[in-house]
């Protein structure tokens, strides 16, 4: 089956270009290094299958982080080259292109964006561009779909270019092109134009984004209890919970049996929050209190994706990033990683070298609550929201703050400058919008439903053999004694490991006070990552440095929790 590569610099709609051919379900994003692994998928051209690859964003075949050696490994397979061109920055683009020529490999050129040329009074006469490069070169813009049938179409002539050049004349022979083919005219600066330059400016920019991430969590907020509100809980409510004080009576409302699928009856009743059966607390933890959270989160967050404000929010940080070790760019797994880790930790492939790679994945596991968890705690908190998440938030940012400047003074290596493209503002399409929410809201039911019942159920296990009680006996001077937490709730930090959305709601039962809620959600957070954060952990750091990593958990939750027993 022949191969066919989609390969361009970071954020020239490869993705989207993908998705049209394959019509499958991959993330896009206006921000580089959305892939940050290869991608594959199938189309049928004249009864011929091939096989489609989204190879990760490359500015040039000199590999210089990870993600660019995914993308020079793939260039040696492959059969046949669509490079992925941003037409409105065709200059840049071209260096990509020459270097691909140079590689012999049938290639054919696709003009991303051609409709934004027109908006910024940029003319390209492409078939002189292709008369030149001996390939054909077919303009496109992937989000609407216009130009994509006449690129299927004429990927049977994609061939090798007999253009040459020395590599030491590259640039001057790109210039020679560009003044071949593209004319400039006159353009007024738009307002999201002129939005997109004082975003970057502190003066302007810092006030700005302050603003954007108010309102970004007001509107989080806003849609979560909406949905919880006027959906979730009512439907549990009236629909699912008489079908369940059915099945109870049924089940002769006590034993084994009705413990592990009921769970306990409150003063006669079930209670979403401590009842902890499979069929109630394990229901409705994942689906009732942290679904709706999650999906208005990801709906913000694919928006800030979609309208080009993260590379702007990358560059605006980047001078406090630098004091953490690692750049700007950084600022994007962490976005990601409050909406779910795994996510956050894979993007930090981004990052040019280890030692960022390393300092950006430790943060993210000790000091960013992903969405299930924070919705969780925000729950917990209730009546004392302001102040409690005020604690909780502040503590976890003053943590990611000074173990991120210790580890750049302690961890060995180097942290380059920042080099990043930054996209226009742009407006997000709705159906792409409604398309990425789908797909990270789907992956988040998939992977938290099974772990939450696991855990519930594990949870009833070691609770009737008595082995919470046990080993909370024997961890009692750090649970109670640094932490000031009754010894009950290790039941929770044992299954913090598993899911600590549902370790968050073993606290509700306990009746802590407001001092050991702030503690417990931090020491929930900070303690150690959930089993999919810490195999994606594993995976990115290896073995040796995910001990490391470890290691600086414990030693910052020991320390961070004790602190706030004594000062609290």
């Excluded at 909780?392 to 400058?417: C, D, K, N, Q, R």
Aim: include cysteine; glycine fraction near 10%; charged fraction near 20%.
């Amino acid at each position: 089956m022949k191969k066919i590569l989609l390969m361009g610099n970071p954020n020239t709609g490869k993705s989207v270009v993908f998705n049209r051919l394959t019509g499958a379900n991959v993330i896009i994003s206006n921000y580089p290094g959305t892939t940050v692994d290869f991608t594959q998928g199938k189309m049928r051209i004249d009864e011929e299958e091939m096989m489609v690859i989204d190879v990760p964003g490359t500015y040039s075949l000199d590999a210089g982080d990870k993600a660019e050696e995914v993308a020079v490994r793939m260039l040696k397979g492959g059969d046949i080259v669509i490079n992925v061109v941003d037409a409105t920055n065709l200059e840049k683009s071209l260096n990509l292109t020459m270097q691909l020529i140079k590689k012999k490999k049938p290639m054919i050129i696709a003009l991303n964006f051609w409709d934004e040329t027109k908006h910024k009074g940029i003319t390209i006469d492409f078939q002189k561009l292709e008369e030149m490069l001996g390939v054909p070169c077919v303009p496109i813009c992937a989000v609407t779909g216009e130009g994509i049938k006449k690129l299927t179409e004429r990927l049977k002539e994609a061939k090798f270019s007999k253009f040459d050049y020395e590599d030491k004349e590259k640039w001057h022979v790109i210039g020679d092109i560009i003044g071949q083919v593209q004319e400039l005219s006159h353009h007024d600066h738009t307002f999201m134009e002129r939005l997109g330059d004082i975003s970057t400016i502190p003066v302007f920019g810092i006030p700005l984004a302050l603003v954007i991430l108010f309102f970004t969590f007001k509107i989080i907020r806003f849609i979560g209890e909406g949905l919880i509100g006027y959906v979730f809980e009512p439907v549990f409510e009236k629909l699912w919970t008489p079908l369940l004080l059915k099945l109870s009576a049924i089940l002769g409302s006590d034993g084994i049996i009705h413990d592990i699928l009921i769970g306990k009856l409150i003063e006669g009743k079930i209670d979403y929050g401590q009842s902890f059966g499979l069929l109630t607390t394990g229901l409705f933890v994942p689906i009732g209190a942290v679904l709706p959270y999650v999906f208005a989160f990801y709906v913000m967050l694919s928006v800030l994706e979609d309208c080009g404000y993260l590379p702007r929010l990358a560059v605006l940080v980047d001078g406090l990033m630098h004091r953490l070790g690692i750049h700007g760019l950084a600022i994007i797994p962490m976005m990601l990683g409050l909406g779910c880790n795994v996510p956050g930790i894979l993007s930090t492939r981004i990052l040019a070298t280890r030692r960022e790679r390393f300092i950006a994945v430790t943060l993210l596991s000790i000091a960013v609550p992903c969405a299930a968890l924070q919705a969780m705690v925000v729950g917990l908190m209730g009546k004392h929201m302001v102040y409690g998440l005020g604690v909780v938030y502040g503590t976890l940012f003053v943590v990611w703050l000074v173990l991120g400047i210790l580890m750049a003074h302690l961890v060995s290596g180097t942290s380059p400058e920042i080099f990043m493209e930054i996209p226009p503002y742009r407006r997000p399409y709705l159906t792409h919008l409604l398309k990425k929410t789908w797909i990270r809201t789907k992956w988040f039911i998939k992977e938290a439903i099974p772990f939450v019942l696991l855990g519930v159920f594990i949870v009833n296990i070691l609770y009737t053999l008595g082995i919470i009680q046990f080993v909370g006996k024997y961890t009692a001077p750090v649970i109670s004694g640094i932490f000031g937490l009754p010894k009950e709730a290790i039941g929770a930090l044992l299954v913090g490991f598993l899911r600590k959305d549902v370790a968050v709601g073993m606290l509700a039962p306990l009746a802590l006070n407001l001092k050991q809620l702030i503690i417990a959600s931090i020491v929930l957070t900070m303690y150690f990552p959930c089993i999919a954060t810490f195999s994606t952990l594993v995976k990115e750091l290896g073995f040796v440095d995910m001990l490391k990593a470890s290691a600086i958990m414990i030693a910052a939750v020991l320390i961070v929790g004790g602190m706030l027993n004594l000062i609290l």
